[in-house]
């Protein structure tokens, strides 16, 4: 491509007044060109406040008008867009609220939550496998297929573990009148996200079974799952109640729809 | 030029900007009979699946559409976003649109995304980095592009060509078609100081293939400028220029009415496009002018 001079630094230039207030007007401008510009920063500041808004509508419920505009102000200052599409804006923000409002984690888990959802919404589609289908797929799995067993996921499924009841929260905060619910619960617990047919939707799980979904997602096989659960040096007895367990959250999660397609690999 | 790209013939028509409250409108059992095609913007569907795409794909099978797109950011120094790119001509592939367009602006640098439609200094430099950016899309996409003339708020001291000089040579240059918003030439004319006459004078108005009508904020006491808002219905001198546009243009074009902010219910933008439509028959000579 043939270089450009000037032009590069010219956007360059624009940008920064455009990102920055206190920047200076790029060379060669004026008074005249101060009023366009602000007319463009405007622009820019309002777009990308309602993109925020959009995206983290219960945040700013539980938040409060004041606070959410100003952590929707240190996010952009913080971390301006550079993704074509503008929704990508909100990337992050659970993070920018876990560092401003650490006395409040339920704040940066509820961002967590939103963002994960809204993420869900466009992901390829994939129809879930029924627990029949796969009961029936499986029936003739030896020991060596079920230990080789790797599962695949919802389209952009997201796993956390969480310190607060998110169901709870979120269904306090439906509707124009939201009360925050007290959510915190006793032991950590886990949350899954992903797209229900058209919806995005989660579930509140427990710990254990958040981090074994973000493992098997990862790639780990359903025999990696169990040694993970059964810790080191298990006995029998341990393993049994290890495979157990995997069973069990295998059985959740078809029976969420949220495992889309398996590879046992043993099998010829 | 890389090679002509293939030629988007005329198309005559009237349609609308679809945004999400109208879909249930376009899906009804009872078509939207006065709507010859419509137009999204193509970003929000540059997903890999879900409801809103499934909807356009629906949308499709009723009516032509026209994907317009905000963010390729054609103006920009250091070239295009491949990743934009790929997912453009991915949702063009699927909807088989009658043509893609993008607006004469850029919108990034290489470290940030401003999303808005930044004006561009009108000199040959940029003017060379327009052309082989367009080249490139165009190339990508293996169809021709239209560009819109943005609303602008500001120009650039270094400027060496009118905008219409620069549009002239852009699609001269690349094969690309031009897509008139009617309103960006009203507001730009206003804020900058030239004649909207002289700037439909000086297209190659062969090039058109598409119109753009929409609201704008007027110009204050306080605030000298005039603001490109979609946000209201068309203000009158613009339907006036548009007239004027119409008995200029020599070629059918596509027509419509474009709202982003404060959408009223379909009725009223069906009633704005009848207004274009009335124009369309006057300047065309086969409707009498109250």
């Known amino acids: ?39 463009y920063r405007g622009n820019y500041r309002h777009a990308l406040m309602e993109a925020l808004a959009s995206s983290f509508e219960r945040t700013g419920k539980a938040l409060g008008a004041d606070d959410f505009r100003q952590a929707r102000i240190n996010h952009l200052i913080a971390d301006p867009p550079s993704h074509w599409t503008i929704d990508a804006c909100g990337a992050g923000f659970d993070e920018t609220c876990a560092r401003a409002f650490a006395p409040m984690p339920h704040i940066a888990e509820l961002a967590w939550l939103e963002w994960a959802m809204l993420d869900c919404v466009g992901a390829p589609d994939a129809p879930p496998i029924t627990p029949a289908d796969f009961a029936e797929a499986s029936a003739r799995f030896g020991d060596a297929q079920w230990l080789s067993l790797i599962l695949t996921f919802a389209p952009r ?12 929260l979120w269904t306090s905060l439906d509707g124009e009148a939201a009360q925050l619910a007290p959510a915190v619960i006793a032991q950590r617990g886990g949350c899954l996200v992903w797209r229900e047919g058209e919806r995005a939707t989660f579930v509140m799980v427990s710990a254990e079974n958040a981090c074994a979904f973000a493992a098997m997602q990862a790639g780990a096989r359903y025999g990696d799952l169990i040694g993970l659960i059964a810790g080191d040096d298990p006995d029998d007895r341990t393993i049994a109640a290890a495979a157990g367990a995997a069973g069990q959250m295998l059985g959740l999660w078809l029976a969420h729809g949220l495992v889309t397609g398996f590879t046992a690999p043993s099998i010829a | 030029m890389l090679s002509a790209p293939p030629s988007i013939p005329p198309f005559s028509g009237f349609g609308l900007g679809l ?67 790929f997912r453009l001509k991915a949702l063009a592939d699927r909807i088989d649109p009658l043509w893609v367009s993008d607006h004469l602006c850029w919108t990034r640098t290489s470290a940030h995304n401003a999303h808005d439609l930044l004006p561009l200094p009108l000199t040959k430099a940029a003017l060379q980095v327009v052309c082989e950016n367009i080249d490139t899309a165009q190339s990508a996409l293996g169809r021709a592009m239209l560009f819109e003339n943005p609303s ?48 439909l004078a000086g297209l190659p108005l062969d090039r058109v293939r598409q119109i753009h009508l929409a609201g704008h904020d007027p110009a204050t006491l306080q605030r000298p400028v ?56 006057v300047a065309a000579g086969t409707v009498v002018s109250a």
């Open chain 1, 1 to 39: 491509m043939t270089a450009a001079p000037g032009l590069a630094e010219r956007q360059a230039a624009f940008m920064r007044a455009i990102l920055d207030a206190d920047a200076p007007l790029p060379d060669g401008w004026g008074a005249a060109h101060a009023v366009g510009l602000g007319i």
């Open chain 1, 157 to 168: 499924a997201k796993a956390a573990e969480v310190a607060h009841d998110l169901a709870a």
């Open chain 2, 19 to 85: 945004r999400p409250p109208h879909f249930d409108d376009f899906l009804s059992e009872e078509p939207v009979k006065s709507v010859d095609f419509v137009e999204v913007i193509a970003e929000n569907y540059m997903v890999e699946g879900g409801r809103w795409l499934r909807l356009l794909g629906l949308v499709r099978e009723r009516l032509p559409v026209i994907l317009h797109a905000v963010s390729m950011s054609i103006g920009s120094a250091h070239g295009l976003d491949c990743d934009h790119l």
């Open chain 2, 152 to 199: 602008s708020y500001l120009t650039f001291p270094e400027d060496e060509m009118s905008e219409w000089e620069f549009l002239s040579d852009m699609a001269r240059r690349t094969g690309c078609y031009l897509l008139l918003d009617v309103n960006n030439i009203y507001v730009s004319a206003r804020n900058h100081g030239f004649d909207p006459h002289e700037y």
């Open chain 2, 226 to 281: 005039i603001i490109d808002t979609h946000d209201r219905e068309v203000a009158g001198e613009v339907w006036a220029l548009y007239a004027h546009a119409m008995s200029l243009i020599g070629q059918p074009v596509a027509t419509m009415i474009e709202r982003d902010e404060n959408i009223p219910p379909l009725a009223e933008l069906l009633s704005e496009l009848e207004r274009a439509r009335t124009i369309v028959g």
